[in-house]
């Protein structure tokens, strides 16, 4: 199979992809074209249909496609341009093969992150982790297998795990480096911070914002099914169970990021800067990857709002 990672300029493909995303446009000349965006475990990759003649079947967004066409070059990024797609047939490919994976293993990191929810002293705070992480088996296997984001960083099976058990690590390191942190608090906070992605995104292949996300959105929902986990624990300290609450409530940091409030407590700005540290760094990775220039230098990263370039080696 011709992966998109491994894809370069001036290839001539004829594979099938996962089309993601659809949309009809027009080009400033009055012309219909497609916009594609194809994907397959390795990543997405942008494609273009100029031309809508009959060697375009007609397919639909989440369906599987069989694509022809050549590699380019458009603003530093590959791009395909199709000349040709037909639906491809049940049986012809194997599904596993379009969605996007962890590279690190699935199992191994709950089990790291079941160190750290078994780590938590406080008695309700322990509690209120484990009947997510350990009693609920349902809640688990979603868990394990969601994305973190529709775009931007850690949008792969497996990338809320990923990227809840980076901001973990990260919050344990500061812990130890700060006695006015409290280390039960925060680190639970850190588990939970971005539970409500379950309830935000739909799973793949969709992966994509859910009535509830637009709706209500992450933070909210996460800092709501805290609120009724601890409501079900007898004896839950009222003051600690919004000092929790607070915490995923200003994990993004400030108000323009969508926090529906800015940290007051010490544990909140430390989770902020160590969710914003991984969000930064993955979204680099992905950006990194996708380049393919051999200046080393990426270009122009609205992430950033800055030119970005890889670093020598």
Request: aromatic content about 10%; hydrophobic content about 35%.
């Amino acid at each position: 199979m011709n992966y998109i990672n491994t894809l370069r300029e001036g290839d001539n493909i004829s594979e099938v992809y996962f089309c993601k995303q659809k949309v009809v446009a027009q080009s400033k000349n009055g012309k219909t074209y497609y916009s594609l965006v194809l994907q397959d475990k390795t990543g997405t990759l942008d494609a273009k249909v100029w031309d809508l003649s009959n060697a375009i079947a007609h397919f639909e967004a989440m369906d599987f496609i069989k694509v022809d066409g050549q590699i380019t070059v458009y603003n530093n990024s590959l791009q395909m341009n199709v000349r040709r797609i037909q639906k491809a047939q049940e049986g012809t490919y194997d599904e596993s093969e379009y969605m996007p994976y962890t590279k690190y293993n699935v199992e191994e990191m709950y089990t790291e992150l079941l160190g750290f929810v078994n780590s938590v002293k406080n008695e309700y705070l322990s509690r209120l982790l484990k009947s997510f992480f350990v009693d609920d088996e349902n809640f688990a296997k979603r868990f394990k297998k969601h994305s973190a984001a529709k775009a931007v960083h850690h949008n792969f099976i497996g990338g809320l795990l990923q990227h809840t058990l980076a901001v973990t690590k990260m919050c344990d390191f500061l812990a130890s480096s700060y006695d006015i942190i409290n280390r039960d608090l925060l680190i639970t906070a850190s588990i939970c911070h971005d539970i409500g992605k379950l309830h935000e995104l739909s799973k793949f292949p969709e992966n994509d914002y859910t009535d509830e996300g637009n709706l209500l959105g992450h933070i909210v929902m996460g800092a709501m099914m805290v609120r009724d986990k601890a409501n079900e624990i007898e004896g839950f300290p009222p003051l600690l169970q919004s000092e929790l609450e607070h915490c995923i409530l200003a994990h993004h940091g400030e108000l323009e990021y969508g926090s529906p409030k800015k940290p007051q407590l010490v544990e909140a700005v430390a989770l902020s800067f160590a969710d914003n540290t991984d969000a930064k760094m993955e979204s680099f990775r992905a950006e990194a990857e996708s380049s393919v220039t051999e200046t080393g230098w990426i270009g122009y990263s609205k992430w950033f709002d800055s030119n970005i370039r890889k670093t020598t080696v």
